[in-house]
């Protein structure tokens, strides 16, 4: 709110209502900041940087993490460790036992199937190796032909990151080595989307009071952040509150109230 009503908000990417609109502004130069994932400016595509110095030759994204807590810590939320939720169509039942043996495979104790699989062939993919095997100077998929493109997020499935490599620093280091020419920054973003970083609370339970408001509280939740954003400084807390009590009596309690429960009685 405040940010807005000194004028450093770009009003209308507030409201995520078309992508490209957002990275056309992002290249224009015009923005100073903005929060994604660690590794958006640096991907191939949008190429936000490339785009970027199209406009502005000296210009360059760079990461950073200002939004510091009232414990001195800088936080964020990452992935849930999950696992997989995975089917077969009925129409491949034959296939079950196939998806098994591979999923067996892939998992076992030798993961060099799944360093090649995330990696490819050295001199094809990569052209060499560091002292710690990470490979270097990857060659990129547009750069490949087609048989030869490696979408090892499809076949590596049980992996959401780097190979594990040993540590999570060479994780890390493996990362923003798949980013040639923004090697440095990538490792500066990626440590920075995992410091102090912590998993949303995982609730077994299916909250039925969810269930039953969800879809219209996200409504009001939109309608909460956009008008608290857009109100006068001697408005905001007369409508924050007044919105804050209308989220909560349209459902919003009960299902503070009976996820509360779900986690007094797994304690």
């Known amino acids: 709110n ?6 450093l908000i770009y009003i209308d990417l507030r409201y995520g209502k078309n992508r490209g609109d957002f990275e056309n502004v992002l290249i224009s130069g015009n923005v100073g ?3 994604w994932n660690y590794d958006m400016p640096y991907r191939q595509s949008p190429g936000l940087e490339f ?13 950073i993490d200002p939004f510091t807590n009232y414990e001195g810590k800088h936080v964020k939320q990452v992935y849930n460790p999950d696992g997989l939720k995975m089917f077969v169509p009925v129409f491949n039942e034959d296939k079950a036992a ?10 076992s104790d030798d993961l060099e199937h799944v360093f090649y699989l995330q990696n490819g062939e050295k001199g094809i993919h990569y052209l060499s190796y560091d002292i710690e095997g990470i ?13 030869q493109k490696i979408q090892w997020h499809d076949f590596a499935f049980i992996t959401t990151g780097a190979y594990e490599y040993g540590s999570s620093n060479l994780n890390d280091i493996a990362i923003a080595m798949s980013y040639p020419g923004f090697e440095d920054k990538v490792l500066t973003a990626v440590k920075m989307a995992t410091e102090d970083s912590f ?8 909250i039925e ?7 219209n509280l996200k409504e009001l939740g939109t309608d909460i952040f956009i008008k608290t954003i857009l109100a006068s400084p001697s408005d905001f807390d007369h409508i924050y509150d007044n919105l804050v009590a209308e989220y909560l ?10 996820r509360l429960a779900v986690l007094h009685n797994k304690k």
């Open 2 to 7: 405040k940010l807005n009503n000194e004028g």
């Open 33 to 35: 900041s903005f929060i």
């Open 51 to 63: 785009e970027l110095k199209k406009n502005v030759p000296d210009a360059s994204w760079i990461p």
């Open 98 to 107: 196939a998806v098994i043996e591979y999923l067996e495979w892939i998992a």
């Open 135 to 147: 490979p270097l100077k990857r060659v990129q998929n547009d750069a490949l032909m087609d048989e």
């Open 199 to 206: 998993f949303s609370p995982y609730f077994g339970t299916v």
């Open 209 to 215: 009071a969810e269930a039953k408001y969800g879809e």
């Open 249 to 258: 009596a349209s459902g919003g309690q009960d299902i503070i109230d009976e």
